[in-house]
């Protein structure tokens, strides 16, 4: 069974970093994208950054120039540095990807998320 599991949120003032950390275990045949979505009180949930397979990072415009994604293949980790946060960056952010078993279409993971706020 795949799991995910984010780490790394908390409180931040405006214009701090956080770094968020997503752990991926279980065994999937093929995987066609990592990502992390948010989902801001009274709002849908977003995406903010997407790694597709043998591709680079795409970015919501809301955050370009701000987050990075990278992945760490030889532990099954994907990550979100983020920088210069925002009140409006304060959401609960989690972890996505779209895997399939051999023989199966894509079937989306998810995490169960972690809290960031930007306050002062």
């Known amino acids: 069974q795949v799991q995910l599991v984010e780490s790394g949120g908390g409180l931040v003032q405006p214009g701090g970093s956080l770094r968020l950390a997503c752990t991926i275990s279980g065994s999937v045949f093929a995987v066609n994208d990592m990502g992390w979505y948010r989902q801001a009180p009274g709002k849908e949930r977003e995406l903010v950054a997407v790694l597709f397979t043998g591709s680079v990072a795409n970015y919501a415009s809301s955050v370009q120039g701000r987050f990075t994604m990278s992945r760490d293949i030889a532990n099954n980790a994907i990550f979100l540095q983020m920088s210069s946060l925002k009140p409006e960056d304060t959401a609960v952010y989690y972890c996505?990807?779209?895997?399939?078993?051999?023989?199966?279409?894509?079937?989306?993971?998810w995490g169960q998320g972690t809290q960031v706020t930007v306050s002062s």
């Open positions: 996505n990807i779209h895997a399939a078993q051999r023989g199966t279409s894509w079937i989306p993971y």
